[in-house]
């Protein structure tokens, strides 16, 4: 019987507002089927599940029954537009085989490895280098690396560069406007009492004309380079902005195609690269571990493609740090018709059902008794190789139809970072207390990561 909405249920979610991740992830915990169901008052029920049997009916099995649903593209519609990561249907199916096409392209990869040395060796190590020479300058590390994955996804989305990595100043009011559409758009998800947020964008007040002039200044932004890049005939360049108005669709899917690239290529890349920088502090035989490896993969001073993809130490790094602390903490779909999942769950038409990252890193059933603990050696098998585990249990990425396109590049991206910085410098934390995981639409670290910097000795 589907039960009404509960007022003791939104006192418990209003109480436990602050706390959302481990509330959720201890309900789970206690859940013999590692799922739960959330019914308060003004907002739709809700499934959320830890249970990768779930995860794989949800994502792949009968994924035509779980789009991302009018509430869901609703809360980012603003933001996002019908861009590929907020559409259903043709226009998704559209969207995802023209990207697909793209993002497997050889010249496309290429392209992004250039950016990436010519970013890193120009621009982040000499930052680094500074930081070392001087005992009196602390860095926050997250929001250097915050500006480098948005310089890097700007040169490889727009071809266009914002110098954001240049510390002497401000960084560009695109990026301001980003970050307030990020969080208001996510506190809409967060929100108690779905009305309040669209009364006050109906009147057009408080935080919603926040995110309405943020929106609005990049739209202008990305519209004006669309124009230049057409009134130049730029179409068929390397970036992505390029490649999709060589495809021939409208300017308003190109852009927002674009926005969803470039929220998503900044702020995950760089929320992972933040986590593990930190866990390595804590964690030196470890960050011992991955510098041999780097050493070992860098021959002559540079690195290739094949050095990266050799990596798999560090890849273990990184992955068990996103098992810990996944940049995306949550996503969830909306049921078009009644289902059961396979624990047996009763989902009705309109539900949301929402899969939960961060509460399945930390299952016992999944993980075991160490779960809490930073162990890369757990993605290895008796052999040594790398043992990756399935996506439906470890769904970082998605998984299905809709797994990240771009998981190969974030994975490129990542091990270059982590290899260059690692081989050169270590990080000193300033604080000692653990950092908070703050889940926005892409978690981060509360307070920044501020560090000293020290050369490696080699």
Not at 175 to 185: G, L, P, Q, R, T
Not at 399 to 410: D, H, Q, T
Request: with cysteine; charged share 25%; glycine share 6%.
């Amino acid at each position: 019987m589907l039960t009404p909405p509960s007022i003791s249920c939104l006192v418990s979610f209003y109480k436990n507002r602050h706390r959302l991740l481990n509330w959720y992830t201890e309900l789970l915990s206690q859940s013999k089927t590692q799922t739960i169901t959330v019914h308060r008052l003004g907002a739709p029920r809700t499934i959320v599940t830890a249970n990768p049997e779930n995860v794989e009916y949800i994502l792949k099995t009968n994924f035509a029954n779980f789009p991302k649903g009018k509430p869901f593209t609703e809360l980012l519609g603003d933001f996002l537009g019908v861009g590929i990561f907020n559409v259903d249907g043709d226009m998704w199916s559209t969207q995802r085989k023209l990207a697909s096409h793209e993002f497997s392209a050889k010249s496309l990869r290429e392209f992004v490895v250039k950016v990436l040395e010519d970013e890193v060796e120009t621009r982040l190590i000499p930052i680094l280098e500074n930081a070392a020479l001087n005992d009196n300058i602390i860095l926050d590390m997250q929001e250097v690396l915050r500006r480098f994955a948005f310089d890097t996804i700007c040169q490889v989305s727009l071809g266009m560069d914002p110098f954001c990595l240049d510390l002497s100043r401000p960084p560009p009011p695109l990026v301001a406007a980003f970050d307030a559409a990020s969080e208001i758009s996510a506190m809409r998800g967060a929100a108690p009492v779905y009305a309040v947020w669209k009364f006050k964008r109906a009147f057009d007040v408080g935080l919603e004309k926040d995110l309405k002039d943020a929106v609005n200044l990049i739209h202008a932004c990305i519209d004006d380079i669309i124009r230049s890049k057409k009134d130049k005939n730029c179409g068929g360049g390397g970036d992505l902005l390029s490649r999709f108005l060589g495809a021939g669709l409208e300017d308003q899917t190109v852009r927002d195609m674009v926005i969803s690239f470039l929220m998503a290529g900044r702020d995950t890349t760089s929320a992972a690269l933040t986590w593990l920088f930190w866990l390595l502090t804590g964690h030196r035989e470890i960050e011992k571990q991955a510098v041999e490896e780097v050493t070992v993969a860098i021959k002559d001073g540079g690195l290739s493609f094949d050095d990266l993809k050799e990596m798999n130490y560090v890849k273990a790094c990184l992955c068990e740090s996103m098992r810990l602390y996944p940049p995306v903490v949550w996503d969830s779909k909306h049921a078009a018709n009644d289902d059961v999942l396979p624990d047996g769950t009763p989902v009705y038409r309109g539900n949301r059902v929402t899969y939960f990252q961060y509460g399945m890193g930390r299952m016992e059933d999944l993980w075991g008794k160490d779960r809490f603990e930073f162990r890369p050696d757990r993605w290895f098998d008796e052999n040594g190789a790398f043992k990756p585990v399935s996506p439906y249990k470890f769904p970082v990425f998605q998984a299905g139809p809709r797994v990240c396109l771009g998981k190969e590049m974030a994975f490129i991206q990542m091990k270059y970072v982590v290899a260059s910085v690692l081989r050169r410098f270590e990080f000193l934390p300033v604080r000692s207390d653990p950092p908070v995981f703050v889940p926005l639409l892409t978690a981060y670290m509360a307070g920044g990561f501020n560090v000293r910097v020290r050369r490696r000795e080699q």
